[in-house]
């Protein structure tokens, strides 16, 4: 990173700096990376994904209006959420590989969206993901913290509402 700093600051020079092919291919590899584009094998999945996939999670009540979310994952590169929200059901294929997945879904309220979502284990019993609006670039980060049949869910907006943080508790249910 550190390198790729040095040749944005360099930049900067009074005059055009000559052409470098390489240090071009670097910085264009680092910003796919960087914004998710390039993928990854996801890692393993920890034993609580086999035990919450296609299980409810029941949320208690929120500001944002999260009822219930069932994920499934299947042991490959996606996953498949389905979020309940007062105006209706998102179904989102999710990335698990670092790519976000690109999803159009119908919102009564606002029509068609195109949310793209990712998502990944970061510890044995923490599952996060990330939901970004394509049109505005918004984002909704959700942390999942596992604890046997129960979860707390870390919730941040980018800066889609104005709401901030949210912390919710919920169950996992059959």
Do not use: C
Request: glycine share 8%; charged share 25%; aromatic share 10%.
């Amino acid at each position: 990173m550190q390198e790729i700093f040095g040749l944005t600051v360099s930049a900067f020079a009074p005059e055009p700096l000559p052409e470098n092919p390489e240090a071009l291919t670097r910085l264009s590899d680092a910003i796919e990376q960087f914004e998710g584009k390039t993928p990854h094998p996801p890692e393993r999945l920890p034993e609580i994904a086999e035990a919450i996939s296609g299980r409810t999670l029941v949320m208690d009540e929120n500001a944002y209006g999260l009822e219930q979310a069932v994920m499934t994952f299947n042991g490959n590169d996606e996953a498949h959420v389905e979020q309940i929200i007062p105006s209706g059901v998102l179904g989102l294929t999710v990335g698990l590989d670092g790519v976000f997945r690109e999803n159009v879904v119908q919102v009564p309220t606002f029509g068609a969206l195109r949310i793209a979502a990712k998502g990944q284990w970061t510890y044995d019993n923490t599952f996060e993901l990330t939901l970004r609006w394509v049109e505005q670039g918004d984002e909704l980060r959700f942390r999942f913290i596992f604890d046997d049949d129960t979860f707390t869910l870390n919730l941040a907006s980018f800066p889609i509402d104005g709401q901030g943080r949210v912390r919710v508790n919920g169950t996992v249910q059959e």
